[in-house]
Each structure stands twice: as C-alpha cells, then as structure tokens.
C-alpha cells in the first residue's frame, strides 16, 4: 500500500531539513569564531573529558614549575651566602697564620682579634640570611633568626625542607645551619665558637696553645663539602625544570588535538553547508510557492 504524500508533508519536510542545515552551520561558526571543535560537553563527550584531564594536568606541571622555580630561588641564595661564608673562614685563616707568626706584638694580635670578632660578627648577619622573609639556615624554623645577636650563638633548628616537582619526585631545597655553623667535618664544635677562641687566644697571647688551623680547615673542607652536596641538588632541580618544560609542550599538544578545530576543514564544511542550505531555500520556494489561488487565476 503506497503512502500518500500531502503538501504539508513536503512543507514539514523541507523545513525540518532546513532547521538540521542551519544547526550544523551554527556548529561550523562557533567552530570557526572559537577556533575550538568543542564548546560545550554535549559536542563531544569523550573528547570533553580527555581535554579536562589534560587541562588538569598542565595546572598540575604550572604548580610544579613554581615550585621549582622558588626552590631554585632558595638554592641559589644558600649557594651564594656558603660561598661568602667560605670567603670569611678563608680571611680567618689569613689573620690566623699572621697572628701565629711569633714576630707579632700584643698591639698587632690585638688588631688581629678585633678583626676575626668583626668577621664573627659578619658571619652572623650570613648565617640570619633571608629569602622572601624566611631564614634559609634556621632548618624547619623558618620565621625566627637562627643566629642569636645578644648570645651571639647559633641556635638554629634540624629539618629538611622538600618542594614537590613531580608526582613523586621531591628535592631538598634547604641546607640545615646546623650542618654548616653547629660543628665542622668531623663533628666537633661549631664556627663561632671556633672563632671565638681564636679571637680570646689572640687577646691573652695563648693563641699557640691548640691546632687552630686544623679546626678551620675542618670547618672549610665542611662548607666545601655542603656546597657541594647542594650543587648536585641544584643539577637535579634543573634537569626537573627542563623535564617539566617538555612535559607542558607535549601535554598542551594533546590538549589541542582534542580541542582545536582544523580552521580549513571547518571552512570547507562551512561552505559546504552553505551550499546545501541555498540550494534548500531554492527547492523550497518551489514546492511552498503552488497554491490553490496559483490555479485559480
């Protein structure tokens, strides 16, 4: 039984195919003013959510990438004050040697002490270093100075301090004041109680009386070995850096293939149903245009 097809059949028809061409030509436009192939989750939902997860974890890498970038900060700035640490046990040494030259007068050992208690004093202001209002040598207790003014001690606290720059990778960003002013190499008593002595020796001509010189060289070859020790930590956050950098091109890559629509593809499509939406209004103003008062004149 054939089915009989009425005007309004072909009105409803041509319109409802109308309507479909020009859904699919707002599509290509938003396509082609957002320059993204999906604007909202309904356009494609399993590509929505892969480019959320790649979204998410580019925020991810951007928080590690700061986290790297302060503790490179922090790194750096310990760097610089062990190295002028060095600088002023060096220049102890100096006065050191000078003042065990028995050619020496009270008056110049004098001047010697006076000397290595100002560079005590010096190594106390590096000791209470800073970097964006926290101690860098005061261990887990950041907020307070380390180094003692009124006792003139160091009394800095243990602890490391990690930043997150992987998933699973943490770097030690901090070197513990304890390690470096507390006690040399081989564990014995700290730099300021070390200069301490040696500036009183100096002051009452007993300053013969113990291995100075190998106690500083003990707390020199201890800086060397922190410095060091941080160096290779400081290779690693670089290496870290540089790992996050590539993994923030190759994410954003997926990113765009899921995301990004192909400008010419989509103009192509566009013209495409510009197309077949003339040639619908064309067809359709021939098949709605007969009606009975046509015939009837």
């Not at 399993?46 to 790297?68: C, I, P, W």
């Not at 060397?224 to 290779?232: F, N, P």
Request: overall charge negative; hydrophobic content about 35%.
């Amino acid at each position: 039984m054939s089915t009989r097809v009425t005007q309004g059949m072909l009105n409803q028809n041509m319109l409802f195919n109308l309507s479909q061409t020009n859904k699919a030509m707002q599509k290509y436009q938003d396509q082609a003013s957002s320059g993204k192939k999906i604007n909202k989750p309904s356009d494609d939902p399993v590509s929505a959510v892969r480019g959320m997860y790649y979204r998410s974890s580019l925020n991810e890498v951007d928080q590690y990438k700061r986290n790297a970038d302060d503790g490179t900060s922090w790194m750096t700035t310990t760097d610089d004050a062990l190295d002028e640490v060095n600088s002023v046990l060096q220049r102890v040494r100096e006065l050191t040697v000078q003042g065990l030259n028995g050619t020496n007068d009270s008056s110049a050992r004098t001047a010697i002490a006076q000397e290595i208690d100002q560079l005590k004093e010096h190594l106390g202001e590096v000791a209470n270093s800073q970097i964006a209002g926290k101690y860098i040598f005061a261990g887990t207790d950041i907020k307070n100075p380390p180094y003692q003014t009124t006792t003139k001690t160091f009394n800095g606290k243990d602890g490391k301090i990690d930043v997150q720059v992987g998933q699973t990778n943490n770097v030690q960003i901090n070197v513990q004041g304890t390690d470096v002013f507390g006690k040399d190499i081989n564990g014995d008593e700290g730099i300021f109680k070390l200069l301490s002595d040696i500036s009183t020796g100096f002051s009452s001509s007993n300053s013969d009386s113990s291995d100075v010189l190998g106690k500083l060289d003990a707390q020199i070859d201890n800086i060397l070995k922190e410095r060091s020790e941080l160096g290779a930590r400081i290779n690693r956050m670089e290496l870290s850096q540089s790992r996050l950098d590539d993994l923030v091109v190759s994410t954003t890559s997926l990113l765009s293939n899921e995301e990004d629509a192909d400008m010419s593809q989509v103009i192509i499509n566009l013209k495409s149903e510009e197309n077949v939406q003339r040639a619908a209004l064309s067809i359709g103003a021939r098949i709605i245009q007969p009606s009975l008062l046509d015939f009837l004149r």
